[in-house]
Protein backbone atom coordinates (compact mmCIF):
# COMPACT_ATOMS: atom_id res chain seq x y z
CA UNK A 1 0.00 0.00 0.00
CA UNK A 2 1.41 3.44 -1.01
CA UNK A 3 2.34 5.65 2.12
CA UNK A 4 0.62 9.02 1.73
CA UNK A 5 1.07 10.45 5.74
CA UNK A 6 4.48 11.31 6.86
CA UNK A 7 5.51 8.42 8.74
CA UNK A 8 3.78 5.01 8.55
CA UNK A 9 0.31 5.06 9.58
CA UNK A 10 1.47 4.08 13.11
CA UNK A 11 -0.70 5.10 16.43
CA UNK A 12 0.03 8.63 18.01
CA UNK A 13 0.87 6.18 21.31
CA UNK A 14 3.44 4.27 19.19
CA UNK A 15 4.96 7.51 17.31
CA UNK A 16 5.26 9.46 20.69
CA UNK A 17 7.05 6.04 22.73
CA UNK A 18 9.24 5.52 19.47
CA UNK A 19 10.30 8.94 19.72
CA UNK A 20 10.58 9.73 22.91
CA UNK A 21 14.31 9.81 23.51
CA UNK A 22 15.81 10.92 20.73
CA UNK A 23 19.79 10.39 20.02
CA UNK A 24 22.39 12.84 18.33
CA UNK A 25 24.24 11.09 15.87
CA UNK A 26 27.43 8.74 17.10
CA UNK A 27 30.95 10.86 17.40
CA UNK A 28 32.55 10.44 14.01
CA UNK A 29 35.11 8.23 13.98
CA UNK A 30 37.77 7.82 11.48
CA UNK A 31 36.27 5.40 8.17
CA UNK A 32 32.96 5.97 9.48
CA UNK A 33 32.34 9.95 7.58
CA UNK A 34 28.54 9.10 6.34
CA UNK A 35 27.92 9.42 2.73
CA UNK A 36 26.03 12.36 1.82
CA UNK A 37 23.78 12.13 -1.37
CA UNK A 38 21.46 15.63 -2.28
CA UNK A 39 18.66 14.73 -5.23
CA UNK A 40 17.24 17.64 -6.17
CA UNK A 41 13.75 17.77 -8.79
CA UNK A 42 13.19 20.85 -10.83
CA UNK A 43 9.60 22.15 -11.14
CA UNK A 44 8.31 19.71 -8.82
CA UNK A 45 5.19 20.93 -6.75
CA UNK A 46 4.69 20.89 -3.06
CA UNK A 47 1.81 18.34 -2.83
CA UNK A 48 2.76 16.09 -6.02
CA UNK A 49 4.42 13.27 -3.95
CA UNK A 50 2.39 10.97 -2.10
CA UNK A 51 3.65 11.79 1.24
CA UNK A 52 2.40 15.36 0.61
CA UNK A 53 -0.87 14.17 -0.34
CA UNK A 54 -0.63 13.87 -4.37
CA UNK A 55 -2.18 10.57 -6.04
CA UNK A 56 1.07 9.87 -8.24
CA UNK A 57 2.64 7.12 -6.91
CA UNK A 58 6.04 7.88 -5.66
CA UNK A 59 6.64 4.81 -3.43
CA UNK A 60 10.39 5.27 -3.32
CA UNK A 61 10.34 8.69 -2.07
CA UNK A 62 7.55 8.15 0.31
CA UNK A 63 9.63 5.38 1.92
CA UNK A 64 12.16 7.65 2.68
CA UNK A 65 9.99 10.38 4.14
CA UNK A 66 8.91 7.14 6.27
CA UNK A 67 12.62 6.67 7.49
CA UNK A 68 13.64 10.67 8.13
CA UNK A 69 11.58 13.91 8.18
CA UNK A 70 9.83 15.67 5.95
CA UNK A 71 10.65 19.63 6.08
CA UNK A 72 6.96 21.38 5.48
CA UNK A 73 8.53 25.06 5.38
CA UNK A 74 11.60 24.94 3.03
CA UNK A 75 12.21 28.00 1.36
CA UNK A 76 14.17 28.05 -2.22
CA UNK A 77 14.04 30.82 -4.72
CA UNK A 78 11.43 30.87 -7.27
CA UNK A 79 13.43 29.58 -10.14
CA UNK A 80 16.21 26.95 -10.58
CA UNK A 81 19.16 29.42 -9.46
CA UNK A 82 18.23 27.97 -6.09
CA UNK A 83 20.76 25.36 -6.83
CA UNK A 84 23.64 27.54 -6.51
CA UNK A 85 22.52 28.50 -2.99
CA UNK A 86 22.21 24.85 -1.86
CA UNK A 87 25.74 23.88 -3.39
CA UNK A 88 27.39 27.34 -2.18
CA UNK A 89 25.83 28.09 0.89
CA UNK A 90 25.11 31.74 -0.32
CA UNK A 91 22.86 34.18 -1.37
CA UNK A 92 22.10 33.95 -5.61
CA UNK A 93 22.96 38.25 -5.54
CA UNK A 94 26.28 37.18 -4.30
CA UNK A 95 28.06 34.44 -6.47
CA UNK A 96 26.65 35.62 -9.71
CA UNK A 97 22.76 35.06 -10.17
CA UNK A 98 21.46 38.59 -9.33
CA UNK A 99 18.68 38.16 -11.88
CA UNK A 100 17.71 34.80 -13.96
CA UNK A 101 17.71 36.30 -17.60
CA UNK A 102 20.40 39.01 -18.82
CA UNK A 103 21.18 41.62 -16.58
CA UNK A 104 19.76 44.69 -17.95
CA UNK A 105 20.45 48.21 -17.47
CA UNK A 106 22.56 49.38 -14.34
CA UNK A 107 23.05 45.48 -13.93
CA UNK A 108 25.39 45.31 -16.77
CA UNK A 109 28.75 44.36 -15.33
CA UNK A 110 27.89 44.85 -11.59
CA UNK A 111 29.46 41.97 -8.95
CA UNK A 112 26.59 39.02 -8.89
CA UNK A 113 24.97 39.76 -12.27
CA UNK A 114 27.48 37.29 -14.04
CA UNK A 115 25.18 34.81 -15.16
CA UNK A 116 27.87 31.66 -14.06
CA UNK A 117 28.98 30.92 -10.65
CA UNK A 118 31.72 33.66 -9.86
CA UNK A 119 34.84 33.76 -8.48
CA UNK A 120 32.98 33.74 -4.99
CA UNK A 121 31.65 31.21 -5.44
CA UNK A 122 33.04 28.07 -3.14
CA UNK A 123 30.72 25.02 -3.91
CA UNK A 124 30.12 22.36 -0.47
CA UNK A 125 32.00 19.69 -3.29
CA UNK A 126 35.34 21.68 -3.29
CA UNK A 127 35.06 21.57 0.48
CA UNK A 128 33.85 17.97 1.17
CA UNK A 129 36.97 16.81 -1.60
CA UNK A 130 39.67 18.61 0.00
CA UNK A 131 38.68 16.64 2.92
CA UNK A 132 38.93 12.97 1.19
CA UNK A 133 35.45 12.60 0.15
CA UNK A 134 34.98 11.55 -3.29
CA UNK A 135 32.60 13.84 -5.22
CA UNK A 136 29.97 13.32 -8.16
CA UNK A 137 27.49 15.35 -9.87
CA UNK A 138 25.31 13.94 -12.74
CA UNK A 139 22.27 15.91 -13.90
CA UNK A 140 21.22 19.26 -14.72
CA UNK A 141 23.64 22.19 -14.13
CA UNK A 142 22.53 25.26 -14.68
CA UNK A 143 24.97 27.61 -13.01
CA UNK A 144 26.90 28.62 -16.49
CA UNK A 145 28.61 27.57 -19.38
CA UNK A 146 32.14 29.13 -18.51
CA UNK A 147 34.88 26.61 -18.16
CA UNK A 148 35.66 28.20 -15.08
CA UNK A 149 31.64 27.05 -13.88
CA UNK A 150 31.63 23.92 -15.08
CA UNK A 151 31.18 21.13 -12.37
CA UNK A 152 34.41 20.06 -12.76
CA UNK A 153 36.15 23.43 -11.77
CA UNK A 154 33.51 23.46 -8.93
CA UNK A 155 34.91 20.26 -6.85
CA UNK A 156 33.28 17.91 -8.66
CA UNK A 157 35.84 14.95 -9.28
CA UNK A 158 33.55 13.09 -11.87
CA UNK A 159 30.85 14.81 -13.47
CA UNK A 160 28.02 14.18 -16.50
CA UNK A 161 26.21 17.40 -17.02
CA UNK A 162 23.51 19.05 -18.92
CA UNK A 163 24.92 22.57 -19.17
CA UNK A 164 21.96 24.44 -20.12
CA UNK A 165 18.95 24.34 -17.24
CA UNK A 166 16.52 22.23 -19.64
CA UNK A 167 16.38 20.28 -22.97
CA UNK A 168 14.85 17.38 -24.90
CA UNK A 169 14.34 14.13 -22.51
CA UNK A 170 14.34 11.92 -25.37
CA UNK A 171 17.41 12.36 -27.63
CA UNK A 172 16.62 15.11 -30.45
CA UNK A 173 17.78 15.70 -34.11
CA UNK A 174 20.17 19.31 -34.59
CA UNK A 175 18.01 20.66 -37.24
CA UNK A 176 14.71 20.54 -34.92
CA UNK A 177 16.07 23.15 -32.08
CA UNK A 178 15.25 26.47 -32.76
CA UNK A 179 16.52 29.01 -30.67
CA UNK A 180 17.73 26.72 -27.95
CA UNK A 181 21.21 25.18 -27.21
CA UNK A 182 21.95 21.88 -25.55
CA UNK A 183 25.49 21.03 -24.03
CA UNK A 184 26.51 18.19 -22.30
CA UNK A 185 29.76 17.66 -20.49
CA UNK A 186 31.82 14.41 -19.21
CA UNK A 187 34.03 15.98 -16.58
CA UNK A 188 34.73 19.42 -18.32
CA UNK A 189 34.62 17.89 -22.40
CA UNK A 190 31.77 18.00 -24.11
CA UNK A 191 30.12 15.02 -24.92
CA UNK A 192 27.30 13.60 -27.31
CA UNK A 193 23.65 14.14 -25.83
CA UNK A 194 22.26 11.00 -24.36
CA UNK A 195 20.30 7.76 -26.88
CA UNK A 196 17.97 7.40 -24.27
CA UNK A 197 15.66 9.25 -21.67
CA UNK A 198 17.81 11.37 -19.93
CA UNK A 199 16.66 10.96 -16.43
CA UNK A 200 17.44 6.90 -16.74
CA UNK A 201 20.46 7.57 -17.68
CA UNK A 202 21.57 10.43 -15.01
CA UNK A 203 20.86 7.81 -12.82
CA UNK A 204 23.15 5.17 -14.73
CA UNK A 205 25.81 7.96 -14.73
CA UNK A 206 25.74 7.81 -11.25
CA UNK A 207 25.52 4.47 -10.13
CA UNK A 208 28.18 3.69 -12.32
CA UNK A 209 30.69 6.79 -10.66
CA UNK A 210 29.68 5.16 -7.54
CA UNK A 211 30.58 1.71 -8.55
CA UNK A 212 33.64 2.89 -9.96
CA UNK A 213 34.85 3.31 -6.34
CA UNK A 214 32.72 0.70 -4.69
CA UNK A 215 35.60 -0.73 -2.82
CA UNK A 216 37.37 2.39 -1.55
CA UNK A 217 36.85 3.30 2.13
CA UNK A 218 36.05 6.93 1.49
CA UNK A 219 33.38 8.52 1.74
CA UNK A 220 31.21 10.22 -1.06
CA UNK A 221 29.01 13.08 -1.96
CA UNK A 222 26.90 12.93 -4.73
CA UNK A 223 24.81 15.42 -6.15
CA UNK A 224 22.04 14.26 -8.63
CA UNK A 225 19.57 17.22 -9.30
CA UNK A 226 17.42 15.16 -12.10
CA UNK A 227 15.68 17.98 -14.46
CA UNK A 228 12.54 16.67 -13.99
CA UNK A 229 9.23 16.85 -14.41
CA UNK A 230 10.64 20.65 -15.98
CA UNK A 231 9.29 21.40 -19.35
CA UNK A 232 8.89 20.01 -22.08
CA UNK A 233 7.08 17.28 -20.43
CA UNK A 234 8.10 14.27 -21.95
CA UNK A 235 8.16 10.53 -20.42
CA UNK A 236 8.15 7.02 -21.52
CA UNK A 237 5.03 5.86 -23.25
CA UNK A 238 5.06 3.11 -20.95
CA UNK A 239 4.61 5.29 -18.08
CA UNK A 240 2.35 7.82 -19.89
CA UNK A 241 -0.65 4.82 -20.24
CA UNK A 242 -0.39 4.53 -15.95
CA UNK A 243 -2.15 7.58 -15.77
CA UNK A 244 -4.70 7.35 -18.42
CA UNK A 245 -8.17 9.01 -17.51
CA UNK A 246 -6.19 9.68 -14.38
CA UNK A 247 -6.87 13.35 -14.07
CA UNK A 248 -10.04 13.74 -16.24
CA UNK A 249 -12.14 15.05 -13.69
CA UNK A 250 -10.20 18.24 -13.89
CA UNK A 251 -8.19 21.15 -12.10
CA UNK A 252 -10.51 21.52 -9.14
CA UNK A 253 -11.60 18.00 -8.07
CA UNK A 254 -7.80 16.74 -8.15
CA UNK A 255 -7.18 19.68 -6.13
CA UNK A 256 -9.17 19.30 -3.32
CA UNK A 257 -8.30 15.58 -2.94
CA UNK A 258 -5.20 16.46 -2.68
CA UNK A 259 -5.89 19.03 0.03
CA UNK A 260 -8.29 16.71 1.51
CA UNK A 261 -5.44 13.64 2.09
CA UNK A 262 -2.95 16.96 3.29
CA UNK A 263 -5.46 17.40 6.13
CA UNK A 264 -6.09 13.33 6.54
CA UNK A 265 -1.96 12.80 7.08
CA UNK A 266 -1.08 15.75 8.87
CA UNK A 267 0.87 17.52 6.10
CA UNK A 268 -1.86 20.71 6.87
CA UNK A 269 -3.75 21.36 9.92
CA UNK A 270 -7.44 20.75 9.97
CA UNK A 271 -8.40 23.97 9.56
CA UNK A 272 -5.40 25.39 7.19
CA UNK A 273 -7.54 27.55 4.05
CA UNK A 274 -6.19 26.65 1.18
CA UNK A 275 -4.79 29.43 -1.47
CA UNK A 276 -8.18 29.87 -3.58
CA UNK A 277 -7.47 29.31 -7.66
CA UNK A 278 -6.90 32.65 -9.59
CA UNK A 279 -9.91 34.08 -11.04
CA UNK A 280 -10.94 33.37 -14.65
CA UNK A 281 -10.94 37.56 -15.15
CA UNK A 282 -6.71 36.71 -15.22
CA UNK A 283 -7.17 35.17 -18.70
CA UNK A 284 -6.78 31.79 -17.10
CA UNK A 285 -10.01 29.25 -17.84
CA UNK A 286 -11.19 26.91 -14.96
CA UNK A 287 -11.87 23.52 -15.75
CA UNK A 288 -15.92 24.34 -16.51
CA UNK A 289 -14.98 26.65 -19.43
CA UNK A 290 -12.99 24.23 -21.78
CA UNK A 291 -14.20 22.81 -24.28
CA UNK A 292 -14.22 18.92 -24.91
CA UNK A 293 -11.28 18.73 -26.72
CA UNK A 294 -9.29 21.64 -24.44
CA UNK A 295 -10.07 19.19 -21.73
CA UNK A 296 -8.82 16.07 -23.16
CA UNK A 297 -5.48 18.16 -23.72
CA UNK A 298 -5.28 19.65 -20.60
CA UNK A 299 -6.02 15.88 -18.81
CA UNK A 300 -3.10 14.48 -21.21
CA UNK A 301 -0.68 17.68 -19.67
CA UNK A 302 -1.13 16.27 -16.06
CA UNK A 303 -0.90 12.52 -17.53
CA UNK A 304 2.47 13.01 -18.82
CA UNK A 305 3.35 15.54 -16.24
CA UNK A 306 2.86 12.44 -13.13
CA UNK A 307 4.39 9.73 -15.35
CA UNK A 308 7.31 11.94 -15.25
CA UNK A 309 6.98 12.29 -11.73
CA UNK A 310 6.33 8.57 -11.07
CA UNK A 311 9.20 7.70 -13.48
CA UNK A 312 11.62 10.23 -11.60
CA UNK A 313 10.87 8.11 -8.50
CA UNK A 314 11.53 4.73 -9.93
CA UNK A 315 14.68 6.24 -10.84
CA UNK A 316 15.45 7.45 -6.84
CA UNK A 317 14.62 3.33 -6.29
CA UNK A 318 16.95 2.25 -8.51
CA UNK A 319 19.93 4.31 -6.76
CA UNK A 320 18.52 3.29 -3.61
CA UNK A 321 18.57 -0.36 -3.99
CA UNK A 322 22.05 -0.26 -5.41
CA UNK A 323 23.32 1.37 -2.49
CA UNK A 324 21.71 -1.05 -0.07
CA UNK A 325 23.33 -3.53 -2.35
CA UNK A 326 26.73 -2.50 -1.59
CA UNK A 327 26.08 -1.46 1.59
CA UNK A 328 26.19 1.86 1.61
CA UNK A 329 23.11 3.09 1.84
CA UNK A 330 22.78 2.34 6.13
CA UNK A 331 25.93 5.23 6.35
CA UNK A 332 24.17 7.73 3.83
CA UNK A 333 22.94 11.04 4.60
CA UNK A 334 19.77 11.75 2.02
CA UNK A 335 18.64 15.07 1.38
CA UNK A 336 15.61 15.67 -1.57
CA UNK A 337 14.45 18.59 -2.46
CA UNK A 338 12.64 20.57 -5.63
CA UNK A 339 14.45 23.31 -6.77
CA UNK A 340 11.03 25.80 -6.53
CA UNK A 341 7.12 25.18 -7.15
CA UNK A 342 5.68 23.69 -9.94
CA UNK A 343 5.52 26.08 -13.00
CA UNK A 344 3.17 27.63 -14.63
CA UNK A 345 2.95 27.14 -18.83
CA UNK A 346 5.48 28.16 -21.53
CA UNK A 347 5.50 27.89 -24.95
CA UNK A 348 7.38 26.33 -27.16
CA UNK A 349 10.36 27.55 -28.79
CA UNK A 350 10.26 25.32 -31.50
CA UNK A 351 9.25 25.96 -35.70
CA UNK A 352 5.59 23.95 -35.71
CA UNK A 353 6.57 21.99 -38.50
CA UNK A 354 9.53 20.51 -36.19
CA UNK A 355 6.85 19.52 -33.26
CA UNK A 356 4.28 16.51 -33.37
CA UNK A 357 1.86 17.59 -30.63
CA UNK A 358 -1.26 15.86 -31.61
CA UNK A 359 -3.21 14.44 -28.72
CA UNK A 360 -1.71 10.91 -29.67
CA UNK A 361 2.18 12.03 -29.58
CA UNK A 362 1.81 14.38 -26.68
CA UNK A 363 4.62 14.02 -24.32
CA UNK A 364 6.33 11.31 -26.57
CA UNK A 365 9.75 11.81 -28.55
CA UNK A 366 9.33 15.17 -31.08
CA UNK A 367 6.88 16.42 -28.43
CA UNK A 368 7.40 19.95 -27.12
CA UNK A 369 4.69 20.95 -24.15
CA UNK A 370 4.08 21.84 -21.36
CA UNK A 371 1.06 22.02 -18.65
CA UNK A 372 -0.87 25.58 -17.49
CA UNK A 373 -1.45 27.56 -14.28
CA UNK A 374 -4.27 25.55 -13.60
CA UNK A 375 -2.29 22.17 -13.27
CA UNK A 376 0.28 24.11 -11.39
CA UNK A 377 -2.26 25.24 -9.02
CA UNK A 378 -2.96 21.71 -8.58
CA UNK A 379 0.71 20.45 -7.89
CA UNK A 380 1.06 23.15 -5.63
CA UNK A 381 -2.15 22.48 -3.71
CA UNK A 382 -2.61 24.62 -0.85
CA UNK A 383 -0.50 27.01 -1.55
CA UNK A 384 -0.86 29.95 -4.26
CA UNK A 385 0.29 30.09 -7.18
CA UNK A 386 3.62 28.98 -8.90
CA UNK A 387 6.85 29.30 -10.14
CA UNK A 388 8.23 32.42 -10.62
CA UNK A 389 5.84 34.19 -8.26
CA UNK A 390 7.21 35.21 -4.47
CA UNK A 391 4.22 33.60 -3.21
CA UNK A 392 4.37 30.18 -0.64
CA UNK A 393 3.63 28.51 -4.51
CA UNK A 394 6.66 29.51 -5.95
CA UNK A 395 9.31 29.24 -3.27
CA UNK A 396 7.72 26.44 -0.82
CA UNK A 397 9.21 23.19 -1.79
CA UNK A 398 8.87 19.46 -0.31
CA UNK A 399 11.84 18.40 1.20
CA UNK A 400 12.53 14.69 2.81
CA UNK A 401 15.94 14.07 4.74
CA UNK A 402 16.97 10.68 6.25
CA UNK A 403 19.55 10.76 8.34
CA UNK A 404 22.61 8.01 8.77
CA UNK A 405 20.89 5.02 9.95
CA UNK A 406 17.71 6.39 10.27
CA UNK A 407 18.85 8.39 13.44
CA UNK A 408 16.79 11.02 15.03
CA UNK A 409 13.35 11.89 15.58
CA UNK A 410 10.20 11.16 12.50
CA UNK A 411 8.15 13.90 13.28
CA UNK A 412 7.25 16.51 10.11
CA UNK A 413 9.25 19.86 11.10
CA UNK A 414 7.55 22.59 10.28
CA UNK A 415 9.83 24.96 11.22
CA UNK A 416 11.20 27.38 8.22
CA UNK A 417 14.34 26.61 7.10
CA UNK A 418 15.73 27.76 3.24
CA UNK A 419 18.35 25.79 0.90
CA UNK A 420 21.43 28.33 2.51
CA UNK A 421 20.65 25.88 5.32
CA UNK A 422 22.14 22.74 3.42
CA UNK A 423 25.31 23.82 3.43
CA UNK A 424 26.56 23.98 7.09
CA UNK A 425 24.05 21.34 7.69
CA UNK A 426 26.71 18.99 5.74
CA UNK A 427 29.93 20.24 6.56
CA UNK A 428 28.86 19.69 10.13
CA UNK A 429 27.50 16.03 9.29
CA UNK A 430 31.30 15.66 7.90
CA UNK A 431 33.03 17.04 10.89
CA UNK A 432 34.65 20.06 9.05
CA UNK A 433 34.41 23.66 10.54
CA UNK A 434 33.04 26.87 8.76
CA UNK A 435 35.39 28.47 6.58
CA UNK A 436 36.41 31.68 7.62
CA UNK A 437 37.51 34.94 6.13
CA UNK A 438 38.77 33.14 3.24
CA UNK A 439 37.67 35.43 0.54
CA UNK A 440 34.49 33.28 -0.54
CA UNK A 441 31.26 34.07 0.09
CA UNK A 442 30.38 33.78 3.62
CA UNK A 443 27.86 30.50 4.97
CA UNK A 444 24.57 32.54 5.55
CA UNK A 445 22.63 29.85 6.98
CA UNK A 446 22.96 27.66 10.28
CA UNK A 447 23.42 23.62 10.59
CA UNK A 448 19.99 21.90 10.53
CA UNK A 449 21.33 18.66 12.49
CA UNK A 450 20.51 19.72 15.48
CA UNK A 451 17.05 20.48 14.43
CA UNK A 452 17.07 16.67 12.03
CA UNK A 453 18.29 14.60 15.18
CA UNK A 454 15.44 16.21 18.02
CA UNK A 455 17.88 18.29 19.71
CA UNK A 456 15.78 21.52 18.92
CA UNK A 457 12.08 22.88 17.52
CA UNK A 458 13.82 25.40 15.44
CA UNK A 459 16.78 26.09 13.49
CA UNK A 460 16.30 29.89 13.20
CA UNK A 461 15.72 32.35 16.11
CA UNK A 462 12.20 33.34 15.99
CA UNK A 463 13.17 37.17 14.64
CA UNK A 464 15.11 35.73 11.66
CA UNK A 465 14.89 37.24 8.87
CA UNK A 466 14.13 35.10 5.34
CA UNK A 467 14.22 37.82 2.26
CA UNK A 468 14.73 37.05 -1.50
CA UNK A 469 14.68 39.43 -4.70
CA UNK A 470 14.70 38.27 -8.18
CA UNK A 471 13.07 40.16 -11.18
CA UNK A 472 11.81 42.54 -9.71
CA UNK A 473 9.59 40.59 -7.46
CA UNK A 474 10.07 40.08 -3.40
CA UNK A 475 9.70 38.63 -0.02
CA UNK A 476 10.78 39.04 3.31
CA UNK A 477 9.26 37.10 6.32
CA UNK A 478 10.01 37.48 9.80
CA UNK A 479 8.15 35.58 12.33
CA UNK A 480 4.49 35.32 10.96
CA UNK A 481 4.64 38.06 9.18
CA UNK A 482 5.70 37.71 5.56
CA UNK A 483 5.14 40.92 3.07
CA UNK A 484 5.76 39.92 -0.82
CA UNK A 485 6.40 42.87 -3.82
CA UNK A 486 4.30 41.50 -6.48
CA UNK A 487 3.56 42.52 -9.72
CA UNK A 488 0.01 43.06 -9.66
CA UNK A 489 -2.10 44.90 -12.42
CA UNK A 490 -5.83 45.52 -11.40
CA UNK A 491 -8.50 43.90 -14.43
CA UNK A 492 -9.09 47.06 -15.93
CA UNK A 493 -5.48 48.23 -16.38
CA UNK A 494 -4.17 48.43 -20.22
CA UNK A 495 -1.31 45.95 -19.18
CA UNK A 496 -3.57 43.27 -17.88
CA UNK A 497 -5.67 43.39 -21.11
CA UNK A 498 -2.61 42.67 -22.97
CA UNK A 499 -1.07 39.81 -21.04
CA UNK A 500 -4.77 38.49 -20.77
CA UNK A 501 -5.04 38.84 -24.96
CA UNK A 502 -1.59 37.03 -25.07
CA UNK A 503 -2.82 34.45 -23.02
CA UNK A 504 -6.01 33.52 -24.78
CA UNK A 505 -3.91 33.34 -27.85
CA UNK A 506 -1.38 31.18 -26.50
CA UNK A 507 1.36 34.08 -26.55
CA UNK A 508 3.12 33.26 -23.66
CA UNK A 509 5.97 34.59 -23.93
CA UNK A 510 4.44 38.02 -24.88
CA UNK A 511 2.14 37.53 -21.40
CA UNK A 512 5.38 37.30 -19.59
CA UNK A 513 7.03 40.37 -21.13
CA UNK A 514 4.05 42.00 -20.62
CA UNK A 515 3.66 40.96 -16.80
CA UNK A 516 7.66 42.55 -16.18
CA UNK A 517 6.09 45.96 -17.07
CA UNK A 518 3.10 45.70 -14.16
CA UNK A 519 3.53 48.30 -11.34
CA UNK A 520 5.20 46.22 -8.15
CA UNK A 521 2.82 46.38 -4.89
CA UNK A 522 3.58 45.50 -1.46
CA UNK A 523 1.18 42.61 0.47
CA UNK A 524 1.55 41.47 3.71
CA UNK A 525 0.11 38.13 5.12
CA UNK A 526 -0.27 35.96 8.45
CA UNK A 527 2.11 33.49 7.37
CA UNK A 528 1.08 31.31 10.53
CA UNK A 529 -2.11 31.83 10.56
CA UNK A 530 -2.78 32.13 6.50
CA UNK A 531 -0.26 30.45 4.73
CA UNK A 532 -2.37 30.37 1.57
CA UNK A 533 -2.12 33.64 1.30
CA UNK A 534 -5.51 34.45 1.01
CA UNK A 535 -5.75 38.01 2.71
CA UNK A 536 -4.32 40.58 2.20
CA UNK A 537 -3.87 42.76 5.99
CA UNK A 538 -1.27 45.39 5.57
CA UNK A 539 -3.92 48.25 5.44
CA UNK A 540 -4.70 46.94 8.88
CA UNK A 541 -0.78 46.56 9.66
CA UNK A 542 1.22 49.56 8.11
CA UNK A 543 3.43 48.99 10.52
CA UNK A 544 4.42 45.64 10.61
CA UNK A 545 4.63 46.12 6.48
CA UNK A 546 7.20 49.15 7.15
CA UNK A 547 9.28 47.25 9.68
CA UNK A 548 9.27 44.22 6.97
CA UNK A 549 10.16 46.87 4.39
CA UNK A 550 12.93 48.06 5.96
CA UNK A 551 14.84 44.31 6.76
CA UNK A 552 14.05 44.12 3.05
CA UNK A 553 16.27 47.13 2.23
CA UNK A 554 19.11 45.88 4.48
CA UNK A 555 18.91 42.26 3.17
CA UNK A 556 19.10 44.52 -0.67
CA UNK A 557 21.90 46.34 0.80
CA UNK A 558 23.83 43.40 2.03
CA UNK A 559 23.59 40.93 -0.83
CA UNK A 560 24.09 44.00 -3.86
CA UNK A 561 20.79 43.82 -5.60
CA UNK A 562 20.76 46.13 -8.29
CA UNK A 563 17.72 47.84 -9.97
CA UNK A 564 17.72 47.19 -13.97
Known amino acids: MRRRAFLAQASA ?3 LAACAAPSRLPALAAGTRPNILVIMADDLGYSDLGTMGGEIPTPHLDALAGEGRVLTAMYASPLPISRGTLLTGADHHIIGYGSMGPPAGRQVGKPGYERRLNDRARTIATLLRGSGYRTYMAGVWGLGAAPEAD ?14 AAADYFPIEAERLRLETMTYRQNGAQVAQPDRYVTDVYT ?3 IGFIDANASDLAPFFAYLPYSAPHFPLQAHPDFIDRFKGAYDAGYDAIRLARIARQRASGVIAADFKPAQPVPESDG ?10 ERRI ?8 AAMVANLDWNIGRLIAYLKRIGRYDNTFILF ?14 LPENVDNSLANMGRRHSWISYTERWAEVSNAPLSMWKTRMTEGGISVPTIVRLPRGAGVHEPIRAPATFADVAPTLLELAGLPRPQNDGAAPLEGVSLLPLLEGRATRAHSEDA ?7 GEAFVRRGRWKASLLATADPGDALR ?8 RGDLVRSSEVRARFPRVWHLFDIEGDRGETTDVSAAHPDILAALRADFSAYRERVGVVDP
Do not use: C, H
Open 13 to 15: ASL
Open 151 to 164: PSARGFEQSFALIE
Open 204 to 206: DRM
Open 284 to 293: FKSWASLTPE
Open 298 to 305: EARRMEVY
Open 337 to 350: ASGNGAASAWSTRR
Open 465 to 471: VFADEMN
Open 497 to 504: AEEIAALA
